[in-house]
C-alpha cells in the first residue's frame, strides 16, 4: 500500500510539475522575446546615432563612452566583421537572434547587412586586432559583459555601417534572462515534491499500522485458536469493516467452542451407552450353550467393540486440550527412539534449531505415529530432521513395500489397512495427519525409487 501510494503521489507530483514548468517555460520565453525587443530597440537607437555623426567624431565618441564605462553596450568600430568560434543555438537563443533581428532591419532598414550570433566570454573579441576581453581595461568592457561566476553568452551584432566600416555591439541579456539556458525543476520545487510526499507517506503509515494492529491480533487469536487453546475475544477496533471482522470471529470462536463443547458430552454418552449393552450382550454369550453360536456373537461383538474403540481413540487423540508452550523437538525425538537405538532400527540425521511453539503431548503423539507406522510396516526408521526459519520438516523413510500411487491419499482414511495389513485400527496416519493439521502443517506420503515409503511431517513456524 506504501509503495502503491509512493507511486501515485510521484506520478501526479511529477505531472503537475511538468505541466507547471511548461507553463513557466512559456511565460519566461514571452518574457525573454519582449526583453531582446527592448534591448534590440536601445541597439537601433545607437547604431542611428553613431550613423547621423560624422566618420571623424566617430572614434572620438567611442574613446569617451571607454573612459566613462559602465554603459550598456561595448561598442567599437572594426574594418571587417570579426571572426568569433560561434556557440550552439538553443531555442531561447534562436528566439532572441529571431526577435533582435526583426526590429533591426524593421527600425534600420531591410537592406542592412547585419550579423547576430551568440559567443562565450572566453572566445570575446572586440577589435580587429583581436584582444581578449581579459585583456581589455577593466573600465572598457568588464562591467558590461561580465557576471562572475556565471559567464553568460554574449550578443554579439555586427553592422555595416559602410564601406569598410563595421559598428561592432556587445551586450548581456537582462536578468533574470542573463543565461539562455533552459533549467529544470526549481530546486525550491524538488523539496516541495520531497517533503509532500515523505509527509503523505508517513501519515498514511500510520493509518495502515492504526489499520493492521486488530488484524495482527486477529491473525493471532485465529492461530492460536487452531492449535485449540482457549482464546480470548478479539477485542474489536480499526475501521468500520475491520470491526464486523473481528465482531463475525468472536461469534465463530462462541459458535466453536460451544460445538467442541457438545461434541466432547456426546462421544463420552456414546462411550458410556455402547459400553453397557456390549458388556450385558458378552455376559449373554457366555451362557449360550452352542459354542459355534458362541463364538460366532464373540467375533461380533470383538469386531464391533474395536471400531467402538478406534472411533473413540480417534476423537481422543486428535482432541487433545494442552496448552501451546515452546517444545524441545530433539528431546521429544530422542526420547521416541530411544528404544530402538540398541537395535540399530532408527536413525537420525539433523537437529531442530529452536523451539518449536505447539501442544508437547500431540506433536509426540504425532511423531510417535509415524515413527510406528515406519516399524510396523517397513521394519527400519530413517529420520531426517530438516530445520529453518521457515519451519521444521520431519522425514521418516522406511523400507517397506511402499504404498501405491492411488492408494497414497486413501491410506489416511480411518479404518483403512492395505492388502495384507491387519494389525491396529488403522488410525495413525490420520490422528497423525490431524495433528499436524491443528498446528497449521500437513504429512504427506511419496514412495521411495529404492524401495520404501517416506512420511514428511511439515511444522510451519509463526512469522510473527
Known sequence: ??????????????????????QL????????VASARSLAHSMSASVSYFRSLPVAYRPMVLDQLRNMGGTRFVVSLNDKPLDMQVLPITPRKQAVLSAVGEVLRQRLGAQMDISLEFVSPQDLRIF?????LDELPRSWAHYALTLEPVNPPILVTQIRLGEG???????LMPEPYTSLEDEGLPRQQVWFIGLTSFFLLLFIGLLVHWQSRPLKRLAQAAREMSLGADVEPVVEGGGSEVVEVGRAF???RERISRYLTERSQLFSAISHDLRTPITRLRLRVELLEDEQQQARFSRDLDELEMLVKGALQCVKETDIHENIEPIDLNHALDCLVEPYLASARVTVQGRALAPYPGKPLALRRCMGNLIDNAL?????????VIDSESGFVLQVDDE???????RLEQVF???????GQQQGYGLGLGIARNIAHSHGGEVSLRNLQGGGLRVTLSLPRSSD
Not at 580587429?128 to 581578449?132: A, Y
Open 1 to 22: 500500500m506504501l509503495l502503491l501510494t509512493l507511486l501515485v503521489v510521484l506520478l501526479a507530483q511529477g505531472l503537475s510539475s511538468l505541466i507547471w514548468l511548461s
Open 25 to 32: 517555460r512559456a511565460s519566461q520565453l514571452e518574457g525573454l
Open 128 to 132: 580587429n586586432s583581436g584582444l581578449k
Open 165 to 171: 566600416e563595421w559598428l561592432y555591439i556587445a551586450s
Open 250 to 252: 468472536n461469534a465463530m
Open 376 to 384: 510396523k510396516y517397513g521394519e527400519r526408521a530413517h529420520l531426517r
Open 400 to 406: 517397506g513395500p511402499g504404498v501405491p500411487e492411488q
Open 413 to 419: 482414511e480411518p479404518h483403512f489397512r492395505l492388502a
